[in-house]
């Protein structure tokens, strides 16, 4: 293993994914083993009026997290933004982060997220108008484009020209959307041009393939895990060296599977979509820990109920039972 100490790991935000109960879950199960600490939020939208609902902002309440968060906007409104910042400063937020990445076609063709990539001018008057008046430290999320990844190039020029906190790259284009790889050979070609801190993010799911990653771009010390944390939530500890044995592994699970249970049920979401929530994490989870054909079972499940008793018996465990027991490092 090479200077993985050296590296931050930081969660991904994911949209529907990485919300305030699967980080919460997430803390409960593995925070003892010093991991992986900080995330970026999913996005927020900005909003139009002069007062943000606090409704709006749920997922950001500092009462209801657990990891150290850095919260992320959507969208292209200066107006919209200083009311938003406002509200995340008295959160206790002392910087925001810009989606300029999201792919999703409805949100790009109102040139928001990485729609807004093929407009290098309008970055630029975004951050003319807001930057001054922000109470916020700025840092933003790109692709390399939306439509090519040559839109990187006078994007990179204006956003150097700008004090950001830091530019977190996930190098593909939008129109892609996740399908093929990440564009290492694009990452390395902008590298040398980038000002300011970079943070990584796209297809990290191994120890190897961090490996891989740490080896090309040894400069990076900040990275996210996405998709590969969520299908392995042991990741962050694998990339730390920390090893578990088949036991530990899991017993970590079950406790994991049942801290995602409590924590959005505790989030008072209806029944419906709680269940919902773990048959997307089901969907996903991917390895040993995994007991044999679990998603086809749980994937059919019409209530909690069924899925507390279905569940329960798939991994041995009373599912809502108050104690777990997590394993020593
Ligand atoms: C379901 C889903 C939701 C996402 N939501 C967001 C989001 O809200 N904000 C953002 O900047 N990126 C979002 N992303 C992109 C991820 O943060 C990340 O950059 C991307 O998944 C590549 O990293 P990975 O291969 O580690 O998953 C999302 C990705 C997925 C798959």
Request: proline share 7%; aromatic share 10%.
């Amino acid at each position: 293993m090479i200077a993985e100490k050296a590296v931050e790991w930081i969660l991904a935000p994911m949209d529907g994914v990485t919300d305030f109960p699967y980080r919460n879950a997430w803390m409960e199960t593995f925070q003892s083993y010093s991991c992986m600490h900080k995330a970026v939020s999913p996005f927020v939208t900005l909003v139009p009026g002069g007062k943000v609902r606090s409704s709006h902002l749920r997922d950001l309440f500092p009462a209801n997290n657990k990891m150290e968060i850095e919260p992320q906007i959507l969208g292209n409104e200066e107006d919209w933004f200083l009311p938003m910042a406002e509200a995340l400063r008295d959160l206790g937020y002392a910087s925001v982060n810009w989606n300029l990445g999201c792919p999703v076609r409805q949100v790009a063709h109102k040139q928001r997220g990485s729609g807004l990539l093929p407009y290098p001018e309008r970055i630029a008057s975004f951050l003319d108008r807001v930057l001054p008046a922000s109470p916020l430290a700025l840092s933003v999320k790109i692709r390399l484009g939306y439509r090519s990844a040559r839109e990187i190039y006078p994007v990179m020029e204006v956003l150097n020209s700008y004090p950001l906190k830091y530019v977190a790259i996930h190098p593909r284009i939008g129109v892609q959307l996740y399908g093929g790889q990440a564009d290492w050979d694009g990452l390395e070609s902008i590298l040398p041009l980038m000002k300011h801190p970079c943070v990584y993010s796209g297809d990290i799911d191994s120890v190897g393939r961090a490996e891989c990653f740490r080896r090309r771009f040894p400069g990076i010390r900040e990275i996210m895990l996405g998709r590969g944390v969520i299908a392995d939530p042991f990741l962050p500890c694998r990339l730390a060296g920390i090893s578990f044995s088949a036991e530990d592994e899991k017993l970590l699970f079950r406790c994991f599977v049942r801290a995602l249970l409590r924590q959005y049920r505790r989030a008072g979401l209806p029944e419906q979509t709680v269940l919902q929530r773990q048959k997307l994490f089901w969907s996903k989870f991917a390895g040993t820990f995994v007991p044999e054909g679990a998603f086809e079972q749980i994937k059919r499940l019409s209530s909690v109920q069924e899925y507390v008793r279905v569940c329960g018996a798939l991994l041995g465990c009373d599912l809502e039972s108050a104690i777990d027991e997590i394993p020593k490092t």
